[in-house]
T-cell receptor, first 114, second 112 residues
């Protein structure tokens, strides 16, 4: 079964702690993305990666970091510098650059910072 | 600045009737538009798309209309079914672009 997995589904952390959200895809997609969704708002792009070992900031990258060491994996770290980390985080992937590629989404991780 | 707008946060429709969800955009460079459907606590799933060279695209009960001069698109669902109840996001992108710009979503409730 091809798809995108995100783990865990629910995550609780204390304020001031860094936390890493996992995203794995077996669709052989080149591009991967991280979005954040808050109540009543659309999806906002945090970071994206078009190819291994390369990534770009999205609209709201402050307080977040990513890595793309493998094609299949694009973990997101929510650092203590992120002022409002509690949100629903969505990972997505698409075929690649330069064409109209629909993005496929994972099931999401709901992060709650206490 | 929100480049893709969905001004109706919610919509209720009777089962069997037509649902019309609207979306407006401001960036004239956008030339490809998508609709996603999202259930609670799940990721969005792709529903239907349209390129700016067309003004209509149909897939079963779902039809998307694009009015480029008005920078407006709409999603028609007919007939609406209770299983269509979800949040619908409109998204847009430009030629060669990877990034999707999403609207804030419209929650559709289909009443049996």
């Amino acid at each position: 079964d091809g798809g995108i997995t995100q783990s865990p589904k629910y995550l609780f952390r204390k304020e001031g702690q860094n936390v890493t959200l996992s995203c794995e895809q077996n669709l052989n997609h080149d591009a991967m993305y991280w979005y954040r969704q808050d109540p009543g708002q659309g999806l906002r792009l945090i970071y994206y990666s078009q190819i291994v070992n390369d990534f770009q900031k999205g609209d709201i990258a402050e307080g977040y970091s990513v890595s793309r060491e493998k094609k299949e994996s694009f973990p997101l770290t929510v650092t203590s510098a992120q002022k409002n980390p509690t949100a629903f985080y969505l990972c997505a992937s698409s075929l690649g650059v330069g064409s109209y590629n629909e993005q496929f989404f994972g099931p999401g991780t709901r992060l709650t910072v206490l | 600045d929100q480049q893709v707008k969905q001004n109706s946060p919610s919509l209720s429709v009777q089962e069997g009737r037509i649902s019309i969800l609207n979306c407006d955009y401001t960036n004239s460079m956008f030339d490809y538009f998508l609709w996603y459907k999202k259930y609670p606590a799940e990721g969005p799933t792709f529903l239907i798309s349209i390129s700016s060279i067309k003004d209509k695209n149909e897939d079963g009960r779902f039809t998307v209309f694009l009015n480029k001069s008005a920078k407006h698109l709409s999603l028609h669902i007919v007939p609406s079914q209770p299983g269509d109840s979800a949040v619908y996001f409109c998204a847009a992108t430009s030629s060669g672009g990877n990034n999707l710009f999403f609207g804030t979503g419209t929650r559709l409730t289909v009443i049996p």
